[in-house]
C-alpha cells in the first residue's frame, strides 16, 4: 500500500514538474513572438521605440527635383529614416515633379517638410503656404551666391552679349539660381525686357528641370548655354566636365536654398524639426546632408533675406501679381 501511495506521489510530482516546464516554455515563446512583432513593426514603421505624440501619424518630407531624379529617389529614403529616429514619429519621403508642386503641397497640407528650396520658392511657401523658413545652406562661410551664365570653352563665347541668338536651359520657372537672377542679369544688361523677351534674345529657351539636368544638356552639346548656380558644376560635374566649361557672367549675389517647416505643426515639433537638421552638421551624419543635393551646413534661416525676391520675380514678368 505504502509502495502504491509512493508510486502516485511521484508520478503527481512529475506531472506537476512538465506543467511548470511548459508553461515556462509558453511564456518564453509569447515574449519572443511579441518582441520580434514589434521590431518588425518598428522597421515597417521607420520609427525608433521611444513615440511622441504630436498629434499627427506621419510628416511628409518634400524634395525638389533639383538633382539627377534616380539619384534622388535612392538617397532620399535615408533622411527620411534619420528624421524618423530623431522624431520618434514616421517619415514618409516624396520627390515632387517640379518645383511649383512643392510649394502646392505644403500649401495644400501634402507636405510638412520642404527641403532645397530654391530662394523664389522659400519667399513664397512662406507667404503662399505659412510656412517656417528655418534653415539655409551655408557654403564655405558663404550663405549667400550667385547665377551663372555656363558655356563650352571651345565654343567661342566670352561675354553675355554673345549669347544672343542660342539655345539655354534653365531649371524651373520659380529657379532663383536657375531662372529669376539669370533673367534680371540680362534685363539689367538691357539685352531683354522681361521674361517673356527672352525668346527674342535666345533661339530657344528650355527647362530641364534642375541644375544637373541643365548642365548635362550643355555638355552633351543638347544646348548652347546654362543660366544655374555658380556651385552646380563643383557638385555635379566630374573634375573632367568642369575643365570643359567657363561662364561668361554672373548675377547679383541671392541668399542660398532653405528648409521649410509647415506653419500648421505644433511649435515643439518645429523645433525638433529644426534641432534634427542641425544635427546633419556633425560629422557622424554629415554624408546625409551631402547626399541629397551636395549640401555641407545649414544655418538658421531670416526671411526676410527672402521675401524681397516676390517683387523682383514679378518685375521681371516671372510671376504675376
Same mark, same amino acid.
Not at 528655418?134 to 566670352?158: A, I, P, T
Not at 542660398?256 to 529644426?274: M, Q, W, Y
Given at each position: 500500500?505504502?509502495?502504491?501511495?509512493?508510486?502516485?506521489?511521484?508520478?503527481?510530482?512529475?506531472?506537476?514538474?512538465?506543467?511548470?516546464?511548459?508553461?515556462?516554455?509558453?511564456?518564453?515563446?509569447?515574449?519572443?513572438?511579441?518582441?520580434?512583432?514589434?521590431?518588425?513593426?518598428?522597421?515597417? %514603421?521607420? +520609427?525608433?521605440?521611444?513615440?511622441?505624440?504630436?498629434?499627427?501619424?506621419?510628416?511628409?518630407?518634400?524634395? /525638389?527635383?533639383?538633382?539627377?531624379?534616380?539619384?534622388?529617389?535612392?538617397?532620399?529614403?535615408?533622411?527620411?529614416?534619420?528624421?524618423?529616429? *530623431?522624431?520618434?514619429?514616421?517619415?514618409?519621403?516624396? +520627390?515632387?515633379?517640379?518645383?511649383?508642386? /512643392? !510649394?502646392?503641397?505644403?500649401?495644400?497640407?501634402?507636405?510638412?517638410?520642404?527641403?532645397?528650396?530654391?530662394?523664389? =520658392?522659400?519667399?513664397?511657401?512662406?507667404?503662399?503656404?505659412?510656412?517656417?523658413?528655418?534653415?539655409?545652406? *551655408?557654403?564655405?562661410?558663404?550663405?549667400?551666391?550667385?547665377?551663372?551664365?555656363?558655356?563650352?570653352?571651345?565654343?567661342?563665347?566670352? /561675354?553675355?552679349?554673345?549669347?544672343?541668338?542660342?539655345?539655354?536651359?534653365?531649371?524651373?520657372?520659380?529657379?532663383?539660381?536657375?531662372?529669376?537672377?539669370?533673367?534680371?542679369?540680362?534685363?539689367?544688361?538691357?539685352?531683354?525686357?522681361?521674361?517673356? %523677351?527672352?525668346?527674342?534674345?535666345?533661339? =530657344?529657351?528650355?527647362?530641364?528641370?534642375?541644375?544637373?539636368?541643365?548642365?548635362?544638356?550643355?555638355?552633351?552639346?543638347? !544646348?548652347? +548655354?546654362?543660366?544655374?548656380?555658380?556651385?552646380?558644376?563643383?557638385?555635379?560635374? /566630374?573634375?573632367?566636365?568642369?575643365?570643359?566649361?567657363?561662364? !561668361?557672367? =554672373?548675377?547679383?549675389?541671392?541668399?542660398?536654398?532653405?528648409?521649410?517647416?509647415?506653419?500648421?505643426?505644433?511649435?515643439?515639433?518645429?523645433?525638433?524639426?529644426?534641432?534634427?537638421?542641425?544635427?546633419?552638421?556633425?560629422?557622424?551624419?554629415?554624408?546625409?546632408?551631402?547626399?541629397?543635393?551636395?549640401?555641407?551646413?545649414?544655418?538658421?534661416?531670416? +526671411?526676410?533675406?527672402?521675401?524681397?525676391?516676390?517683387?523682383?520675380?514679378?518685375?521681371?514678368?516671372?510671376?504675376?501679381?
Amino acid at each position: 500500500m505504502k509502495d502504491k501511495v509512493k508510486g502516485l506521489l511521484i508520478v503527481l510530482i512529475l506531472l506537476l514538474l512538465m506543467a511548470l516546464v511548459a508553461c515556462g516554455s509558453s511564456t518564453t515563446s509569447e515574449e519572443v513572438d511579441e518582441i520580434n512583432e514589434e521590431q518588425q513593426t518598428n522597421d515597417q %514603421d521607420n +520609427v525608433n521605440e521611444t513615440k511622441v505624440d504630436y498629434g499627427i501619424d506621419e510628416l511628409v518630407i518634400s524634395f /525638389t527635383p533639383e538633382a539627377d531624379p534616380i539619384n534622388l529617389e535612392l538617397e532620399k529614403d535615408g533622411l527620411a529614416s534619420y528624421l524618423a529616429d *530623431e522624431l520618434g514619429i514616421k517619415v514618409k519621403a516624396q +520627390v515632387d515633379a517640379d518645383y511649383t508642386a /512643392t !510649394v502646392e503641397a505644403m500649401r495644400a497640407g501634402h507636405a510638412h517638410i520642404a527641403t532645397n528650396l530654391s530662394p523664389v =520658392q522659400a519667399a513664397l511657401a512662406n507667404k503662399m503656404a505659412n510656412a517656417h523658413l528655418v534653415l539655409k545652406e *551655408e557654403r564655405n562661410g558663404q550663405s549667400f551666391y550667385h547665377s551663372k551664365f555656363w558655356v563650352l570653352k571651345d565654343s567661342g563665347m566670352e /561675354t553675355i552679349e554673345d549669347l544672343e541668338g542660342k539655345t539655354v536651359a534653365f531649371n524651373d520657372p520659380l529657379s532663383g539660381s536657375g531662372y529669376l537672377m539669370p533673367v534680371a542679369k540680362l534685363i539689367s544688361e538691357g539685352l531683354a525686357e522681361d521674361a517673356d %523677351d527672352l525668346h527674342n534674345f535666345f533661339s =530657344q529657351v528650355y527647362f530641364a528641370g534642375g541644375t544637373e539636368l541643365s548642365l548635362r544638356a550643355l555638355i552633351e552639346g543638347t !544646348v548652347d +548655354v546654362a543660366g544655374v548656380s555658380e556651385n552646380g558644376p563643383g557638385v555635379f560635374l /566630374t573634375e573632367e566636365e568642369r575643365e570643359k566649361i567657363t561662364y !561668361v557672367a =554672373q548675377s547679383d549675389p541671392m541668399p542660398r536654398h532653405a528648409i521649410a517647416v509647415s506653419g500648421e505643426l505644433p511649435d515643439e515639433l518645429v523645433g525638433k524639426i529644426t534641432e534634427a537638421f542641425l544635427k546633419l552638421n556633425e560629422a557622424e551624419y554629415n554624408e546625409l546632408l551631402q547626399g541629397l543635393y551636395g549640401w555641407t551646413k545649414v544655418v538658421p534661416a531670416d +526671411v526676410e533675406l527672402y521675401l524681397p525676391l516676390i517683387d523682383k520675380a514679378q518685375n521681371a514678368g516671372i510671376l504675376g501679381e
